[in-house]
């Protein structure tokens, strides 16, 4: 059993009751809902009669289903139109916070919520979503709920929940230039598995982690889901004060000094007890692409797509699979292998650092022939934000599109979507078959500087090869 | 068709059952997410694994004449990864599946079914490879979950199933409808609101 890991304080604050399953009903401090998991969470609580408890403790966006290219309403789609018609329904009838299109605060969900300071150190932080562990990059404990935990948290502001053990992932030294938050989550994924964090919360420490910015951070913490860890957290700095200073809903004046000591305390004692330990070392870690159809299928640029014969037993079948379904030769380079479409965006990778280091690579340089090329801003505060460094202009310049924000081809639950065979660079986070919108897509996960280097050679490519021009 | 959704205690299922192979199935796979656009649950039924069933034309599973009415499905490892969505196990229960032996569960994915009344108990792999053996050498032999001592028996041969005690315990005595349970902490709520730095201006 953990002590004295953030993990445990940020629990013990939140802890309502231990309830007779051996769960623990816990606090909900922030409950972010959108357009897909929430309808079905409201007819249940109108069904049963109940209101929401806390509404100013839930907030709301839309973002799957927002079409990025004209976002006027009412959408083409009348399916999309009808669910965010229903979410502003919702949160009118129930006196709930919207940010909405044309807010200038939409965005995806992961995204705009840190933006606005509403994701603080200490809190517990629970969507309708798997990528909620962003969130855990400012020292919240984060996680996905399904619906029937929405519908809970919306009619109680608590859920019944399981304490997690708790990981401490620890990576030494600093990630060389070229290789960016992104290449070590798909590292450490290849390495524990795409389970290997079940049951447990990921806690990212160590000088690498130290040195990273907010918005890397929150790449990392991000993806900790897709390595099986429900949340994963990082215990909040300097860094992550300086951030939050002066966001819209952050504390202000005297409060502001008060809420640093109490987010100071938070962090994990150095005498904290964790109940497993990992390390490694973050200077070592190469630009890193998935090959497969799930993330933990990782290999660095230098190496080839393995052969499913040398893995090792349990992972055979899996990459067999792989191999049939990306139509990608074992034993050949991962670099070279042609691209089709090419994505910058999603809550992984779609923030302004994001956007500002992929247009670093593409300045100078047009997108290769045939490939369709677009950035998707996480938010509108990013899109603005990039605009206003003529960030969008490199982007239009070299061929890329530049869109509205939303989740887009992240999920393609929306019109952007892979057609037949494609393949594409992502920066998104999942590379499941048939995830961005083609029954038979293949996606490749990269950092977004990857995807644009990517975008003008048409083919995986190492970005530190144009970091050098 | 029209099933009776989960209610209450539920201490037995018997049924058919059918077998999906594979690891890591993820909930992308059981309900592909253009099927997430909808504002209600209930056409989710007739989508589920709705792509590999259209890559198998009629030859899938949960298309085959013989598992029409079956309730119980044995998978493999780590099944219901990915994506949070709880479509997946409303899709599944919706098309009529009210139990789940593998070997292994993703953590969200159990827990989306238990709120939905659905156990998913495992077993090691051995075991599941026989079971599904069996499952798959006489489709028609109908299979008896008891909850009480967590077995799976088609009278001849019987296996032991495991879940961890919440789990049981919720099931057993009908409480995994959580909802009213937390309704009932009002007081303890307000307590740990009370206690909470950042809804009280950080006032220590
Ligand atoms: S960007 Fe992708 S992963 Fe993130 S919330 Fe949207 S669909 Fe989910």
Redesign the pocket.
Known sequence: MSSGTLYDKVWNFHRVKELPGGSTQLFVGLHLIHEVTSPQAFSAIHEKNLGVKFPNLTIATV??IVPTSNQERPFNDPLAEEMLATLEKNCKSHGIKFHGIGSNSQG???VMAPELGLTQPGMTVACG?S?TSTHGAFGAIAFGIGTSQVRDVLASQSLAMKKLKVRRIWVDGELQKGVYAKDLILHIIRHLGVKGGVGFAYEFAGPAIEKLSMESRMTICNMAIEGGARCGYINPDETTFQYLKDKECSPKGQEWDKAITWWRSLASDSEAKFDDEIQLDGSLIEPTVTWGITPGQGISIKEKIPNPESLPKNEQQIAKDACKYMNLEPDNPIEGVEIDVCFIG??TNGRLSDLEEASKIVKGYTVATGIRAFVVPGSQQVAKDAKSKGIDKIFLNAGFEWREPG?SM??AMNPDKLEGRQISASS??RNFKGRQGSANGRTLLMSPAMVAAAAINGKVTDVRKLLQK | MKHEFPKGEIKSISGRSFVIKGDDIDTDRIIPARFLKCVSFSALGEQVFADDRKELKGNHPFDLDQNKGANILIVNDNFGCGSSREHAPQALMRWGIRLIVGESFAEIFFGNCLALGIPCLTAPKTEITKLQKLVDDNPKQIWDFKLKDSTISNQKETLKLNLEEGAYKMLFSGKWDATSQLLAEEERIKNTVKNLPYLNNFKQ
């Open positions: 973002d799957h995806v969900v992961h979503d990528h999603s809550c989740c992240c999920l998104s986070n």
